[in-house]
């Protein structure tokens, strides 16, 4: 099974992998997280002199289908989240269930100016960030295996599992 979880920017993606992994257990669940998959800075194309990470040209999408391909046969559950999880139709089309989390502009904001794990952005990058999810991140083909979640508040794990339906991709053993 391999379940794709999307949004902008400090929408909760990683948190939510991290928790499902770990609600699933026992299951053999990978998380492949998309920043992972990261060109070498030197190759990702530039936008006002600072690393363009906002575009999907930033990341290796043909090795990150190859993982998740190579995965999906060693692992009960993949879970495949970023910030382009629903830009590549190759990869789209292997996720059987789809999360996408969304956060207001103004949550986006608070979170984003706190995060410092690459340094300060400046505000114009920032606003980059919030532009460049509606372009290549956001999500266009919803159906039912489709859910779409607040990232502004915790996730209730209890109400999301009948959705993943996970017994109908896994074989338990005893």
Same mark, same amino acid.
């Given at each position: ?44 194309p530039?936008i ?12 290796d /999408?043909?090795?990150?289908? +190859?993982?998740? #391909?190579?995965?999906?046969? $060693?692992?009960? @559950?993949v879970?495949?989240?970023? *910030? ?54 956001? /999500?266009?083909?919803?159906? +039912?295996?489709? #859910?779409?979640?607040?990232? $502004?508040?915790? @996730?209730?794990?209890?109400?999301? *599992? ?6 109908k ?6």
């Amino acid at each position: 099974m391999v379940i794709g979880i999307g949004g902008v920017s400090n929408a909760g993606k990683t948190t939510l992998a991290n928790r499902l992994k770990e609600k699933l257990s026992p299951l053999r669940v990978i998380i492949l997280c998309q920043d992972d998959f990261a060109h070498p800075t030197a190759e990702i194309p530039r936008i006002n002199g600072h690393t363009d990470w906002e575009i999907p040209e930033s990341i290796d /999408l043909a090795k990150y289908y +190859r993982h998740i #391909l190579k995965k999906k046969k $060693e692992y009960d @559950i993949v879970i495949a989240e970023g *910030l382009f999880a629903f830009c590549d139709k190759h990869i789209y089309s292997h996720y059987n269930k789809k999360i996408f989390l969304r956060i207001s502009k103004e949550i986006f904001w608070q979170r984003k100016s706190k995060d410092l794990r690459w340094g300060k952005e400046p505000d114009w990058y920032i606003e980059h960030i919030w532009e460049s999810h509606f372009k290549c991140g956001n /999500l266009n083909d919803v159906d +039912r295996n489709t #859910l779409i979640l607040s990232g $502004e508040e915790p @996730i209730n794990l209890d109400r999301l *599992l009948p959705f993943l339906e996970i017994d109908k991709f896994i074989t338990k053993t005893s």
